[in-house]
């Protein structure tokens, strides 16, 4: 049997939209075909994205949630059994290109019309109204220097509309997206226009492009706050030496604190993204120990035990 669309994301059916989104995104950087190692990553990013399309939009899970309860009264809604996981946009799941570009969570191209999309006496009456386009939506992965510096990236999507005859049909768009310094993690871009097109003339919807930072093993991000492990040596933590850290904020003195234990947080303030408030730039303390290969290297560390040796480090 099919998961429906929370069990596919993993939430419960209780789960506010801040829960459905983080375990979007959560699902979203495994499976990214860029990245990810899984052998059904595209797949299963499809099938995620389509999940979510439904569940972060009110009007739309407020409609599966109608299917889900009363399955027999949407027979046009799915496809397969009544319990199965819903109507299936995936064939309309993005195609992206450019630098680090990650496009997903475009709504159905059903839109408001539901499982009567192409019935007789509808499609009379769509041709007979003008309707504005879908907001679309559409997420993209860009490195951390974006925030600091900027950029203007070239994104190709492939957007859901009609044609003249009121069928549904893909519209590839190649885009130029300038993207400003300072945007926090999960902030939107707004395109006029650029989403899908409107009906009989009406006006075209908006396209969001939310931005995610690409994380790494050593750099992630909060909102405007970034968190970055630095590696020091055991003598620079216990004299609180003065050191040079390369930083997304470019290259800072930093003075350590006597005697600094492994994991400690050092915050600098307003050196993380510069937003209208700007983050900080927490440096998170990793303690590294020299090998000891030489004999020279070796009587140090001796000397160095006879220097602590009243030191129980697991008393």
């Given amino acids: 049997m099919a998961k429906n669309y929370y069990e596919e994301l993993g939430v419960a ?4 939209a801040d829960e459905i989104k ?39 899970k407020a409609e599966y949630d109608q299917m889900l309860d009363h399955p027999q009264g949407f027979g046009g809604f799915g496809q397969g059994n009544a319990q199965g996981s819903g109507f299936d946009g995936s064939q309309f799941y993005r195609q992206s290109s450019g630098d680090n570009a990650d496009f997903s969570g475009f709504e159905d191209i059903f839109g408001r019309f539901g499982a009567g999309f192409g019935g007789g006496q509808q499609r009379s009456q769509r041709q007979q109204r003008s309707y504005r386009g879908e907001d679309q939506h559409a997420s993209i992965q860009v490195d951390l220097s974006v925030a600091y510096h900027g950029s203007t990236q070239q994104i190709s999507l492939q957007i859901p509309t009609y044609n003249v ?7 590839r768009k190649t885009l130029e997206v300038k993207i400003p310094k300072g945007m926090k ?18 006006e075209n ?6 931005i995610q930072y690409n ?4 750099i992630r991000v909060e909102g405007a706050d970034v968190y970055q492990t630095i590696d020091v040596s055991p003598w620079e933590a216990g004299l609180g030496q003065n050191i040079g850290v390369s930083t997304p904020a470019g290259q800072l003195n930093v003075n350590l604190p006597k005697n ?13 993204i510069p937003n209208k408030i700007a983050g900080h730039l927490y440096l998170i303390i990793n303690i590294v120990l020299p090998p000891a ?9 001796q000397q160095f035990a006879d220097a602590f040796a009243s030191f129980q480090p697991r008393a």
Avoid: F
């Fill in 22 to 60: 983080k375990a979007y995104r959560k699902l979203a950087k495994k499976y990214h075909p860029d990245i990810s190692k899984e052998a059904d990553a595209e797949a299963k990013m499809q099938t995620i994205n389509v999940a979510y399309d439904t569940l972060s939009n009110t009007e739309k």
């Fill in 215 to 218: 994380d790494t093993d050593r």
């Fill in 260 to 272: 600094a234990k492994n994991g400690q947080q050092l915050r600098l303030k307003d050196k993380g």
């Fill in 293 to 301: 290969h030489s004999e020279q290297e070796q009587q140090a560390y």
């Fill in 13 to 16: 059916r209780s789960a506010s």
């Fill in 205 to 210: 919807g908006d396209l969001y492009i939310e």
């Fill in 165 to 171: 005859y009121g069928e549904a049909e893909l519209q």
């Fill in 185 to 202: 993690e999960g902030q939107q871009i707004r395109l006029n226009g650029q989403g899908q097109s409107g009906i009989n003339g009406g």
